[in-house]
């Protein structure tokens, strides 16, 4: 059955939604909230949350409705990124989010947020935060925080989706932070991650391509994003980027500033060790192909052929 992308382009998160609604919308139920959330650390803290906040209680009702995700599974993929993990932080900067920028309609909730061109260096930092949490091997024991992170950005997508339709947000793109735009974002973390990983050289088993897609199909789950637009595996996660690629990728204002920040906070960091500054945006092409990269209008520098040769050299033995 084909997938109704226009019905998942103006869909949200209703139970989410719902509760920021609530929470946001009375400076008193609001300043208790944040209050609470700051005390949120880790799993084992959700209870006394539970106590302070008893409507957050949707989230428990939610996460059980979703089928329990093998531990076989769980524990392959979490193997596979402590063994790439290096590569794979790095990927999340120079390929996760400018493929998410390409997604005109979806950058420009970005933009207007603010959140990823305003100190980038913290907004790359979060992420890289977050995608570690979710791959500990203790990340749902008490002890660890991905349940915790998890709800904060549910929270955090709905609170962007009330603020920015209070503003003028035109709904003729689509709900801010849809369905749509929340599967692209969990395929940047998954299919895209693992297609950067073979551009570098690696080779990617299907068992662990498998394990990888399927954990973040269940923590896009846990992300209220609906099954429909959660991958099993490897051809099912192609086709989905695909349509939704062929349907959002364009030039925007927004997908092209937002990777201008990106770069100049690059090329900040940047040590000059290994890579030139001119370098970096030549690295970006690479590992996007060009059709995404002049989406982005990345500047057309190269990354030069005996780098790539290094690159595939250093990793074919790792």
Request: contains cysteine.
């Amino acid at each position: 059955m084909p997938v109704d992308f226009n019905k998942f382009r103006n869909t949200g998160d209703l139970p989410a939604d719902d509760f920021v609604n609530f929470y946001f919308t009375d400076s008193h139920r609001k300043k208790e909230l944040d209050q609470a959330l700051q005390k949120l650390k880790i799993n084992q803290d959700w209870a006394y949350f539970l106590n302070q906040i008893p409507d957050a209680e949707w989230f428990d009702q939610e996460i059980g409705k979703i089928t329990a995700i093998q531990p076989s599974i769980q524990l392959q993929a979490v193997r596979f990124f402590k063994k790439k993990e290096q590569y794979i932080l790095q990927l999340l900067g120079l390929l996760s989010l400018p493929y998410c920028y390409a997604a005109a309609d979806g950058a420009k909730v970005l933009f207007q947020t603010e959140r990823m061109y305003k100190d980038v260096a913290k907004r790359l930092e979060e992420t890289a935060l977050f995608v570690a949490e979710m791959m500990k091997e203790t990340a749902f024991e008490p002890e660890g925080a991905a349940k915790i992170q998890l709800f904060k950005v549910r929270v955090m997508h709905a609170a962007a989706r009330l603020y920015l339709k209070k503003g003028d947000w035109d709904l003729n793109f689509g709900q801010p932070v849809n369905q749509e735009d929340m599967a692209g974002t969990n395929l940047s973390f998954s299919l895209i991650v693992i297609r950067g990983l073979r551009t570098m050289g690696f080779n990617i088993s299907y068992k662990e391509q498998m394990s990888y897609i399927k954990y973040w199909s269940w923590i896009g789950a846990m992300l209220g994003v609906n099954p429909e637009l959660l991958p099993e595996n490897g051809k099912q996660a192609h086709d989905l980027e695909y349509s939704i690629s062929q349907r959002q990728f364009k030039s925007s204002v927004e997908g092209m500033q937002l990777t201008r920040s990106l770069l100049q906070c690059f090329y900040q960091l940047n040590d000059g060790k290994e890579i030139k500054n001119e370098e970096i945006s030549g690295f970006m092409r690479f590992l996007l192909g060009n059709k995404v990269a002049d989406i982005l209008d990345l500047p057309p520098a190269n990354f030069p052929i005996s780098k790539q040769i290094l690159l595939k050299l250093k990793v074919s033995v790792i």
